[in-house]
């Protein structure tokens, strides 16, 4: 078993500075949130944690990344609420999914 850490739980930055700091804390592996990586641009709304459109290059960067400090991400978060009243919201998630 590989230990880990959420990335969600550190302060937001950029890609390299992410990562880096996952390895300095002798971390191998983390679960991604887009949010907490400055480049994705994206900011969570509390009720869908997955980004509506992903660009590519930022994909690659955060692998790059997480490569060069030999960190496996195993998971990226895919939060949101599949209860909610207002049913756009389960729907909007699901869609994000694909993404």
Known sequence: MRIGLYTGDLNRTNAD??????ARYGFESAQLSFASVTEANFEPTGQIEIPAEI??????LINQSAKKYNIEIVACSGTFNMAHPDYTVPD???KRYEV
């Open 55 to 60: 660009d590519g290059e930022v994909v690659s």
């Open 92 to 94: 909007e998630g699901i």
């Open 17 to 22: 500075n992410l990562f880096a700091k996952i």
